[in-house]
Each structure stands twice: as C-alpha cells, then as structure tokens.
C-alpha cells in the first residue's frame, strides 16, 4: 500500500515539475525577445472603416463614460468609427447614461447606434454575434466598460490589419487600489509583458483578451461570429489558428482596465476564465487533426495557466504537508514524501524552487522597474499565498457549472 | 543602462586575454599533464580539491548528491564546474578549471576597461590582465574567478545606477551581486553595502517600494545560502561552524579588527597594496580623489572598498607563502581606482609629452614588475615540478597495484589529489564524501570490494586525530585503525603494507595497505622512494 502511494506521489510530483518547466520557459526565454516598434500611425490613415463594438451589461455611469472618453480621444479619422452600444432590452442601469453616450460620441464626429439586444442576459459573445448581422464595417473593435484606451489605439489596429492580421490584441492590465488588485495588476504584467511576447514569437498564437480585441469582419462571417464561449477571446485564436489565419500582438501599448472590486469579484472571474479555458483545451483536442498535432501542442502550452496555478498549489500543498509533518511528528506523511521525492526528482523540485522563484523575481522586477508600474514589484513576495489561492479556483473551475458572471469593477456608492 | 554593444576592441581584447590564458594552461598541461601541478608552488590554492568537489556531485557512484558541494566553500563555482568535469580528459588535466576561469578572468579584464573607459581604461584593463595572479588564476582551478567576475560586472552597474538611479540598472547590479554572493563569501561584504546604498539613494528619492523590491533579491544568495546549511547539515551556520571553516572564518579576524581599529596593521596592508599594484599604487590617492570629486562617487568609492575588507585581516593569516592569493578577489577593483587616477593625473597634465611619459612610466615599470613576476612564477614550477613528480610516481605504483576496486581514503588525508592527478573517478575513492557508505565500508573494509587502504602514520594521526573527530564521529577506518585494536587486528588479517615506513603522499605521512588476497604480487617498491 505505502510503495503504490509513493509511486503515485512521485508521478504526481513528476508531473508538477514538468508542468513547471513548461510554465518556467517562457519567463527564461523572454530576454531573447526584443520589444517591438510602434508604428508610425500616420501612414495607417485611409479609408478603412472601424465599428467600435460596445456590449454593455448593467454598467455603472462612471465606468461607461471612462470607455467612451477614450474612444472618442481616438487619432484615428473618427468619420471612419461607428460605435455600436449593444444594450439588454432591461437592462435600466446602463439605459440611462445612453442619451449622454449617443451626444458624446455625436459630438465627436462619429456615428453611433444602439442596438437592443435579447433581453435575458445570456453573455457577451452572444450579444456581439447579435450585433453582427447590423455591422457593415471593416474591422470590428470591442471594448469593455472602464476601459482607458491608448489614443493611438485605433490607429495601430488598423495598421496591423492592413499588414495582414485577422486579429490584434493588445496588453490589458487590470489595475486598482486594494490588496488583491496588487496581484491582479502583477498577474496581468506577467502574462501580457513575459508569456504573450515569448508564445507569439514562439508559437505564433496566444489567447487574445477581449478588450480592445480587434478582428476583420470577413472573418468573422468566416468562423461564424464570435465563439459563444465563457472566453470568446480566448477561443478566437483557436477559430483563427484553425483556419490558418495570422494574430498580431501591440506589446508596444496597453489598454487600463479597473481591477475587480473585491477578491469575490476576482474569484468569479477567475472562474469563469479557468471554465472558458477549459473548454478551449477541450476544443484543441476536439479540432487536433485540423490543427495538425504539433499546432494542436503549441497551442495547448498557451493555454495551461490553470494547469500551472494547480500544479502551484499542489506543490506547496505537499511541501506545507512535509513541513506540519515534521513540526508535528506525522512521520508517515514526512517519510511518505521523503521516500517519494528522492533523487533526481528532489533535485529538479529544488531547481525549480529556487531557480525558478529567482528568475521568476529578478525578471519580473527588471521589465517593470522605471515603469510606472514599478511600485507593485514588491507585492511579487508574497504572491505565492495569491497564487496558492488562484491553484484552488482553478480545481474548484473543473467541476463547477458553466455560468456566465459579470465582473464588479466599481460599487455603486460611486455613483 | 544598457551594457551598449561590445565593441570589436573589447571582442579584441576578451580573445586576446583568453587565448593567452589557455595557452598558459595547455602549456603547463604539455610540460607537467596538469594545470594541478600548482599546488606544488608557493601558488598553492585547493586547485584538485576544486575539481574534485563538482565530481563527487554526479560522479560518485551511489553516493553522488548535492549535499557533497560541501558547507565550506560556497557552491556556485562547482555548480558550473560539474559538466567540465565528467570528461576525464578535463578533469585530468584540470583544464576544466581553467577553460571557466580564462573565460571570467578575460570578461573582468575587459570589465576593468569598460569601468573606466576610454585609453586609460585600456590600460589597467591590460595591465589587470597581463598580471602574474591574473595569468595563474586564468590557467587553474582557482575558485575566486567566477566570483570576482560577476562582483566586478555588478560595479558597471552599480556605477550607473549611483549615476542615474534607474531601477533596471540596480536589477542587474544586484542580480550579478547576488550570484556573487553563492561564489566568494568576499561578495557578502560588498552586497551590505550596496543595501546600504540603495537604502540611503531611494529614501532619499522616496521611491520607498525599491527598498522592499530589490532588497530581498539582494539577500536571496545569502539566505539561500544559510537555509542550504540548514537543510543539508542541520545548522544554517555550518559554513562557519565546520572544523575547516575556509574564507569565512577570516571574517572573525576581520570584525575584531573593525571592532578595535589600532590593531590595523597599516603598514602590512601597504606592503600588500605594494605587492599587488606594483608602481600603480601611487595613482591609488588620484582615483580616490577623482571619485570623491564626482556627484555621488563617495558611494561608488564605499562600494569598491567593501570588495577588499579581507584586506584588513592582514598579515601571515592569508599571506600563503607570501603570496596575495586570498586578496586576488579585490585586485581589479584597485585596478580600476589605479585607472580612474590614471585620468585625473592625466587630464591635469596640459603638455601632451609629460603625459605620454607618465603613461609610459607606469606602463613600463608596471611591466617589469610583472616580468619579475613572471621568472619567479617559472621557478616555482621547476622547485614545485620535483614534489609533483615524486607525488606522481607513487601515485602511478598504487594505481598499477590496483585492481578495479574501492580506495578507501579519507579527504582529510587529501584523496582529492590522488582522485585529480591520477584522473580516478571519485566514484572508486571511498572517502567522507560518500556517507554513509563510507561509514559503514569504513567499520568492515574487507567484508566490500576495497582493494587499497591509505592510512596516515601514528604521528599524523595524533596531529589530525581533531579533524577526524569532527567529521567522522570515530566511525572512520582511520579513527579504527588507531583506537580499536580487535578492529585493526582483523583488518591486518586482510591487507598487508606496501611499504616499510611511511612515505609522503600529497605532503602527508602515510602507510598504504593493499588486500593481501589481490591478484598483484605485492612488492616493496617504496623502500627506494623516501623523501
């Protein structure tokens, strides 16, 4: 019994550690990856139109006026913008800031309209391909409420566009004043400035975040619309890789987004994104023999973020078991792991822990120091408790229902 | 700060200094088999312990493991060694060592170059590389290259960041600083300091999240380094605690010291500064006075000096042979005060013949100097080649008696040379590097496969008798063989000397035994090699 426990341990503790190298080679290999130019957005200038797709839920006044305020700041020829508000036949809340939104915009020089959408909520990709068949324009851009958009933005999308992208993403960080928005705001710098380069340099595809997303209409009408998926955006990149389109990454600028209101919030959104993760690996496996195996692999590496918060927090699990064992005197469970993690596999998990941490640390402090962001390098220390927390989320996302949550970004005392 | 591109001139001079360093090696490797043969010379300097350590890591049969990079010396150096050595060719010749260490003593020359720039820093750079300590330490196993390497590299940043305060800069300062500190404990000093600075610099600027930023990573090294010891060996101060505590135990000297300043030997340390510099030690007041003049250059001053507080233990402590070995880690950093006094006396010079004359004085006097050097490290060879030799001939004879099994030999003894010098894999040397094994081979030899035995002689043995304690808790052959008669009687039953009397083997009176019931006919053949 104990030597079929053991072994299962020690499988189990192999398959962390490879887990872990796969999520550690990204960090190491990021020096190897030059920033890109920002284009020259002058030269993007002609006559391609651009529908600003807007699928609003229940939003706070503040956080409407935030996204249109940088729509409207936008260099790109605002008689080329359509902005297109989709909004639920019930949704009051949102209904009221409509007449301001519809004046602003006016004002700007750019057409608006308001589409009326089902009026039971049912998600955000699904109101989008509601939208669709109303869309005329070349290229459709999505933005979410509390977005602070780059004035450029626009302009560079299209430029990418023309250079032959079906898709551009950009950076979103998700910043705030709490404690929990201090590991939100260092998770998303660790994804959009040390993953996403080295995956799309590598791998030629990443799992695009939806604010900001940008894709060209004909493909669209191609897939079928957006994914109806828990994360469109991250399911888009399937669609495209699928049909052997090109995504283009703007690592040069980034969209600001408000951080979940309180760790609750946080939590649901994790979850749902671990969900909507889930199903995309699921879709790679589904699609493998389109995607040809070795895409089908690639691709799947750029979407084990939950694999690697769970493998985290299993290996911490172990190790706090080994340390409360030896505190406490449970010599099976100290002798359990001893005799589990012996050798060369003792010597990886030390390599990992402490060369992995290291690097981890020393890039993370190098790509955000004389950023403005630099002041939350220090949370980097004790985000491991975060991510222990994240690991659990992202095994409780395997059997929880599919359901779709919106994320609270600003309290209604606000107003 | 971006280290900007290497320019064809540093490329020039990193090859230069390189080729010249490995040619040194090979042609020690082509005269003597092996770079090793330094530790006959006054240059002694644990070259084979060096290459023996990273073996016993994955070469060391069943007992090859981490814990065997050992408490004394920090383990950074070993770790890049380990691949070096699983060639036998490498680890022979000990051209493991010196291929690493040409590659670190070339980059800090070029290093000590790009500190102070432009010609002068061209200069010292040379004149840092064409140095006798510099050529024997590039050509070895020495350990302090790496080291010094990255404390020297971490300077070019820590100078800019002095400069500009910019917080990509200080990462790479202390990045580079912090592996310094897994390499030489004379890192740790400088490392202080630098938390010091950074403490001092951002406070002032009230970027406060700096502190808690690149602070910790600062100490990531040092605390690494303690919980090592912790989980290794029981006691996070092992490294200091250890019966052989190495580098670190000069550090007591040095806080007693500090503590009571007039016993500073002020005299000694010029004498040393004299033996390291040479001429140039008279553009030593220049460089101070150059950075004490730029903005902020107090602090780049402090930092430079916190390279070389071993400096102040001076005196017969590190002096071995009267050579400056242990002060080889903080030599380019006088080098680079020597050369930023070069520009300040320089740049006040008007007349452009005084100045070329003045850089001709110290460029020639510095040269001869070296070439002083350079005949004296020659003799050394030739006076040290004779122990070598006689060292290498009984080693041959215990090699052809052996038949493929165990040797049982204690490192206290020094099995790490024989392992070296006879290119043995440590896996058939059984030694305090294989416990428990060793232990347990140690309590009954001849129930296992050991066919040759090394034991000191009764008078040695009184002498080390505290080393054997304290390592092997009188559960070693040789504490056995000394204090338990039943024990020897039955191992006499087994293994007969192979000589009369004791005869030195790496400078250690020793009588060695082989199994009786050995295939070899067991000859007298140290009778005629007395020394």
New interface residues.
Partial sequence: MFSITVVLLKLIFILIQTIFIIGVAPILSRPLINPTRVQDQSKFRDNIKVAVLLPFHKEHPLSVMRTARSIANQTYPPELITVYILIEGEDNITRRSIPTLVNFFRFRGMSVRVIYTQSTYIGKPRAMNQALPHVEEDVVVVFDADDIVPEKYISLVVGEIKKGAAAVTTKVYRLGDRLHSKFIALDTFIWYDIYLPVYMKFIGYAPMSGEGLAVRREILNKIGGFPESLTEDAYLTIELAKIGEKISYLDSIFIIERAPLSFKALINQRMRWFKGYYECLRALWRYRRDLGHLKTLKLAVTYMGPIISMATTLSYTIFFFYIFGSLFGAVYITSLIKSAISGPVY?LA?FMF?GGN?FF??II??YF??TRF??Y??Y??VAFIYWYIIGIVALLSLFSSREWYKTERIGYENA | MKMRKVLFKEKFLFMLFFALYLSVALWLVAEYQTTVILEFTKFAHDNSAHLYIPATVIENGKTSKFANFGTVWLFLYHLALVPLVTSGYLYRTGLAGSILNSIFVAATAVLVYKIVQDKYGLIVGILFGINIYSVVHASSSYMIPMGQFLAVFSSFYVYYYIKRGSGRILTKAVFLLMFSTLARYEAWPMMFVLVGLIIYNELKRGRNWRISSHVPLAFFGITGWIVYNWAIFGNPLEFITHPSPGASGYYFIIISKIVKPWTIDFIEIVRILLKMLGPLILLLPFGIWGYLKEKNGWQFLLFLFSSSVLILAEGPHLLINDHLLYYYFSFPFFFILAGNGLKLLIKNINRRNVEIAVILFFVLSYSMYQVSGFFEFHDELIRGSHSYYHNKYISDEIVRKWDGGYILYSSILGSYYFSVIEGIKPKYIMDEYDSPLYERISSSPWHYNVSIVVVPDRETYKKLRGYFVKLCHKTCYVQLYYENESWRAEFLNYYKPISNSSVKLYNVPVIIYIRSDSSEHVTQFFESTKI
């Fill in positions: 010597y030390a402490f290291l640390t020393g402090l190098y120091s004389d630099e002041s390098t220090p980097i220390y």
